[in-house]
């Protein structure tokens, strides 16, 4: 028996930036389930908003020379402005400075006072600005730094108040336990617990040293307090339900899901399920993590100037195609990479020869064989075999959609157009026309519509106009109605016309964005951390065999020699390399060697370079990498 309430949420994104792509990631993956859960006919509420306080604000909002509030206000509006604009289906935006949020907060503060969990100390300890957050010494990385963002911590000592987290402790780890899919990917179950196991400090919730927060309930008569940001932030997902209000909403807790980014797992998966506990809610069903967004396997920064901003791409490339692209590209709770042509794969053979060709095919079928008309019964009696496969496809498909495994359901989806695919080449409709056998043609045309309109339905929580489209060709409409005729009932078509669309997913031929600006030197700890690359990034690199045609010393050098090297274009290559300590240059002349050709021309003493020469060094010199035997000048090397 299917959950009645659904009850979905994205984080609520802090409003010290603009949205980038991890934003959308998030927010298309929230968007999908609650689409799903709504398709099915079960009622449901999606979340999204923005979290507005906290020191870092204050400190934004100053350096902007704005009002805090007028930040704010901006920088929400960016996030909400985005989200209509990319069609998300939320039912509530909530921003952490509405007052009946507020007023929440400060019930759900009183009620946690009054049992006992909240008490007035003195708090002495490691404080991350940043984060926002105090660790103590044993989680700090070399006693000093911060072990969410790295950033120096700095000892700082007032009064607050404390939430009793550590009374939680067992509480906690007998959660875990008995709800081991509580945490999403379950691969990260373990880190959350070796967490808890490590032992629960209680935890400071408010601060004396800045404003910019609710401020304490008015019964406390403590007003130089005001609330620290996560308990403020982590209420939301009640107080938008009408906690501490009108309560309206809130036979939708608990929530199925809380989406959140794998940096903030353990403020939803150990700190928010204690405030619930003491609050005696229930706790939510599943929290789900995902991973970071790269960029050609690069991080994306602003200093780097490499970061993909989703309306950009959207507005380039289709938005759907890039749910569709990010939706299918990452396992959830992996990282994943956007690059173009990873993306422009994903359009080209999966959207437009998959699933696109498909319709095209039928349509044309259709209006060669019977005017465009398309009849479902013969299906059953010629085409029991792909029923009976497309069945079992849509039969295994939501558990991936309840895992967050979008990759994975889309992966299976796509299994139904290979059945698509493959029944008409075995049944090749026109050779059966050419037979007289007009019946047999048309009904695998007929199990095709039927195929491509099941998978509308189920794809349609990801691709929702897309697949509009299509069901609108095929003569019926995406509802809870045809879910549960079409995919429930294991039903088929009624007899209808095949509107003939346009292609849906025209092909790129070429990346349509200008590529990231190419890095500055990596950081050190860059390097540390990835110094593998993908044979994609190794191909980057084209080196070449070439033949030194001519050689000279460059005066007032030691080092230099300057090179004339063909490598099978029309103009020599001029090379620059230093070399000359080891060869003489009428050594080198005709004599190949092997030249990264596609290096940016550089400036050695005021000479152009146009390449670069593979060589090796060790303790006993250098030498220049060649041919075991001659190749023609400009063969390629890898
Ligand atoms: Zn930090």
């Known amino acids: 028996m299917p959950d009645l309430r659904n009850y979905v949420t994205t984080p609520i994104y802090y409003v010290n930036g603009e949205a980038h792509i991890g934003h959308a990631y998030t927010t298309f993956i929230a968007d999908s389930v609650a689409r799903h859960s709504r398709l099915k006919g079960i009622k449901t509420f999606f979340l999204t908003g923005t979290d507005e306080h906290g020191q870092k604000i204050e400190e934004s909002a100053k350096k902007a020379n704005k009002p805090t509030q007028v930040f704010a206000d901006e920088i929400s509006r960016g996030f909400k402005d985005l989200w209509d604009e990319f ?90 336990d008995e709800h081991t899919d509580f945490i999403l990917p379950k691969s990260r179950r373990n880190e959350v617990i070796n967490f808890v196991k490590g032992g629960l400090n209680d935890l400071s919730i408010t601060r004396t040293t800045f404003n910019w927060g609710v401020k304490l309930p008015e019964e406390l008569n403590d007003d130089k307090h005001v609330l620290y940001v996560w308990l403020d932030a982590l209420l939301n997902y009640i107080t938008a339900l009408g906690y501490g209000n009108d309560e309206k909403n809130m036979a939708f807790w608990p929530a199925n899901i809380h989406m959140v980014g794998k940096d903030i797992l353990r403020f939803h998966a150990i700190y928010w399920p204690a405030f619930l506990m003491s609050l005696d809610l229930p706790l939510p069903k599943h929290i789900g993590a995902h991973g970071w967004w790269t960029r050609d396997g690069e991080k994306m920064s602003k200093s780097k100037g490499n970061v993909v901003l989703p ?91 309840d895992e967050l495994q979008t990759h994975r359901y889309l992966e299976e989806l796509w299994k139904l157009f290979s059945i698509g695919n493959k029944a008409i080449e075995e049944h090749a409709p026109w050779v059966k026309m050419k037979e007289q056998k007009k019946d047999e043609a048309l009904a695998t045309v007929a199990l095709v519509a039927n195929i491509l309109a099941k998978a509308s339905v ?31 009932g294991q ?148």
């Open 311 to 401: 309306k950009e791409v959207a507005d380039t490339y289709g938005l759907e195609n890039l749910r569709y692209f990010m939706l299918r590209e990452v396992p959830f709770g992996q990282d994943g990479d956007f690059s173009q042509r990873a993306f422009i794969d994903r359009i080209n053979s999966d959207l437009s020869n998959d699933l696109g060709n498909l319709l095209n095919r039928i349509i044309g079928m259709s209006g060669k064989y019977s005017e465009f008309h398309i009849d479902s019964k013969d299906v059953a009696r010629l085409h029991q075999k792909e029923l009976d496969e497309m069945n079992s496809v849509l039969g295994n498909l939501e558990k991936f959609l």
């Open 458 to 488: 189920m794809l349609n929580c990801i691709m929702p106009s897309t697949t509009t489209t299509i069901s609108e060709a095929l003569g019926f409409t995406i509802n809870t109605e045809a879910y549960r005729s079409l995919i429930l």
């Open 87 to 176: 069609n998300i289906s939320y039912d509530y935006f909530i921003r952490t400075t509405d007052e009946d949020h507020k007023k929440g907060v400060q019930k759900a503060f009183m009620a946690m006072y009054n049992n006992g969990d909240i008490y007035k100390g003195n708090y002495e300890g490691h404080y991350c600005i940043s984060c926002e957050t105090f660790f103590p010494e044993s989680q700090l990385i070399d006693g000093e730094f911060c072990p969410d963002c790295g950033k120096p911590t700095n000892i700082v000592k007032e009064e607050s108040y404390f939430f009793k987290l550590s009374a939680y402790e067992e509480k906690l780890l007998n959660y875990y």
């Open 491 to 638: 039903g088929l078509l009624k007899p209808f016309v095949i509107a003939q669309v346009p292609p849906l997913f025209p092909r790129v031929e070429q990346p349509l964005l200008e590529p990231a600006p190419e890095a500055n030197k990596p950081e050190s700890e860059d390097v540390e951390e990835d110094n593998l690359i993908t044979i994609d990034q190794f191909f980057q690199t084209s080196l070449k065999i070439g033949t030194i045609v001519e050689a000279e010393e460059v005066p007032k050098s030691k080092k230099l020699l300057k090179l004339q090297v063909d490598i099978g274009e029309d103009k020599m290559r001029q090379v620059v390399a230093g070399i000359r300590e080891f060869y003489s240059a009428e050594s080198l002349v005709n004599t190949q060697v092997c030249v990264v050709s596609n290096l940016k021309p550089a400036k050695l003493m005021g000479m152009l370079s146009e390449g670069m020469l593979l060589a090796a060094k060790d303790e006993n010199g250098l030498c220049l990498v060649r041919p075991e035997s001659p190749r023609k000048a400009g063969s390629s090397v890898g």
